[in-house]
């Protein structure tokens, strides 16, 4: 058992108004976080759903033919939908994914025909089943001709959605990428502002990183890069999308509710996640059977799981925390397999992030995964946050503007401290006033009520002095 995760920032549960940057602060994207989480269309008891934590429920995935027609995979979704509205959650139809789903995708996007009938397709399922948005999640465009194709298909759709229900109330998003901002693996770097300008929201699937389609073991979901792998982590594809242009008031960044498993050659040395994929195929799930993968159930279940708790190991397997890669991971040393995964630590310092740079929420894939809403509970300790930053931003802006906060202040007596602290005190203080000053402006009436009263019996005192 390796140490716990180490405190590289301010802890999720203690985050505060001093820990995030003015700009973020003034952009007003902490008062309205989204979450999205995937589940799949159908077979899904609702019961099971995390309704409490959710702003969107993505149904995964709905079929594409090849001719542009849209369909649910089996079974209507009317169930889910129904209680979806009923808990106030969204519901997004969800089309792609990866292997068929995307294949059948690119087909119907290559003709303008084709194309055309996928756009009144989805409007009609829409209107059939009462859902609030579509996703496009095409895995992956593999030319720039696919990506000018998918270009094309939303903008169609952005505006079919209007015509048929009004301007902005549908939500149209799209997956991204996992790495380096590009559109697929093997499609150039290119201006994401177009995209970004079209769509609600660009879902980052930030996972599937590693796995054993990989050269060695290595976190699924990685915070920092993995030695000698630039640009394969949460961070880096952060910053690359939004170097591209992503508005990251648009960008929501996707937390793993599973992890990649890789058979290995040989155990490195005690500590040492990184080591050589032998290139068998590693044993899948107690629970989901998932070929390559482990969900947070699977790693729980108490009969075959390799975790008896979020932090202690069972079953012949070693815990870890890794502080490069800052995720925790499993190794089972008769079978040789590792398993790179996220937990509660991990998910955590990835939400820590989102917020500090300004991102508009989180993406789960799949709230199902879960177990008895562990790693759920970062997702309401996310929103949590959010909510708790802008309360004393609101506070800030009160005490900041209120009539006496405007009155000069009595001079002292006492000599003033002119050291570093002090000084870097004053002027931490005066940057989250201007910040919570700029806030109030934007986004509270309240506080510009505040404001405007605040100038009139300064006015006042002026005339009767």
Avoid at 8 to 24: G, M, Q, W
Avoid at 142 to 153: G, H, I, K, R, S
Avoid at 246 to 258: I, R
Avoid at 374 to 397: F, G, H, K, P, W
Wanted: aromatic share 10%.
């Amino acid at each position: 058992m390796a140490a716990a995760a180490a405190s590289i920032t301010t802890r999720l549960s203690d985050l505060a108004l001093k820990d995030v940057p003015d700009d973020v602060l003034t952009s007003g994207v902490l008062d309205n976080p989204v979450v999205f989480g995937y589940t799949f269309e159908s077979g899904i008891d609702p019961k099971s759903i995390p309704w409490g934590s959710l702003t969107h429920l993505v149904l995964a995935f709905f079929n594409v033919d090849p001719a542009g027609t849209v369909a649910p995979s089996s079974s209507s979704p009317q169930t889910l939908v129904d209680a979806a509205h009923k808990n106030g959650v969204k519901v997004i139809a969800s089309i792609g994914g990866s292997g068929s789903g995307s294949t059948s995708l690119a087909v119907a996007l290559s003709s303008n025909a084709t194309s055309a009938a996928l756009v009144a397709s989805l409007v009609s399922n829409v209107k059939n089943y009462g859902l609030d948005g579509v996703d496009f999640d095409f895995e992956f465009p593999e030319t720039t001709q696919q990506v000018q194709n998918l270009f094309v298909a939303l903008n169609s759709t952005r505006s079919a959605l209007g015509a048929a229900f009004g301007s902005g109330n549908k939500t149209l998003t799209m997956t991204l990428y996992s790495s380096k901002g590009q559109f697929g693996p093997n499609v150039p770097q290119m201006d994401a502002r177009p995209f970004s300008s079209i769509v609600d929201y660009g879902l980052l699937m930030s996972y599937d990183y590693f796995g054993s389609f990989s050269a060695i073991s290595a976190p699924n979901s990685p915070f920092y890069d993995v030695p000698g792998y630039p640009g394969l982590s949460f961070t880096s594809s952060i910053a690359a999308w939004l170097k591209s242009g992503w508005d990251a008031e648009k960008l929501v960044a996707g937390l793993p509710y599973y992890g990649r498993t890789t058979s290995v050659q040989a155990r490195a040395a005690p500590g040492i996640q990184f080591m050589p994929s032998s290139g068998a195929t590693p044993p899948g799930g107690p629970i989901n059977k998932i070929s390559g993968a482990w969900t947070w159930t699977d790693l729980r279940d108490p009969a075959g799981g390799a975790l008896s708790s979020p932090t202690v190991a069972q079953g012949g397997w070693q815990r870890y925390w890794d502080n490069t890669t800052m995720t925790p991971w499993l190794f089972h040393n008769t079978s040789l397999t590792y398993i790179g995964y996220d937990d509660l630590d991990s998910l955590a310092i990835k939400a820590n992030h989102i917020i500090t740079n300004g991102l508009v929420g989180v993406m789960v894939w799949m709230v199902q995964y879960d177990y008895d809403s562990e790693l759920n509970m970062v997702v309401s300790n996310y929103t949590a946050a959010c909510e708790r930053i802008v309360q004393q931003l609101d506070a800030s802006s009160e005490s900041s503007l209120s009539p006496s906060s405007l009155l000069p202040e009595e001079s002292s007596s006492e000599p003033e401290d002119d050291g570093l602290d002090s000084s870097r005190s004053s002027h931490e203080s005066s940057t989250k006033h201007s910040a919570a000053s700029s806030h109030c402006k934007s986004f509270s009436w309240s506080c510009k009520l505040q404001l405007a009263l605040a100038a009139l019996l300064s006015m006042s005192a002026l005339v009767f002095c």
